[in-house]
Nanobody
């Protein structure tokens, strides 16, 4: 019902910024919670942020104050603005869609292919 494609990843120096985008297709985009997760080599996929259909947001403690999630329902797009990046942010970032705005990866039914973010020191 929902197809997701991430973009905006790349190589950035510590302290820099990136904005990730997730383009979605599907008639019911606005009814889904949209989340961002990330996965580093050798680690499990972890929650980063989520925005609900109501516009309310949640963030992992590790990114609070640095990352901002937003969505533009008219464009069927969700964004993740990442500021003050540190090497620990290096990972593949995945966009996900689910019925409920949880912090658990297993609650999301639709996933993009991911975009690589590398933060150098």
């Amino acid at each position: 019902q929902v197809q997701l494609v991430e973009s905006g990843g790349g190589l950035v120096q510590a302290g820099g910024s990136l904005r990730l985008s997730c383009a979605a297709s599907g008639r019911t985009f606005s009814s889904y919670a949209m989340g961002w997760f990330r996965q580093a080599p050798g680690k499990e996929r972890e929650f980063v942020s989520v925005i609900a259909w109501s516009g309310s947001t949640n963030y992992a403690d590790s990114v609070k104050g640095r990352f901002t999630i937003s969505r533009d329902n008219a464009k069927n797009t969700v964004y993740l603005q990442m500021n003050s990046l540190v090497p620990e942010d290096t990972a593949v970032y995945y966009c996900a869609a689910g019925r409920r705005p949880t912090m658990t990866k297993y609650d999301y039914n639709y996933w993009g292919q991911g975009t690589q973010v590398t933060v150098s020191s």
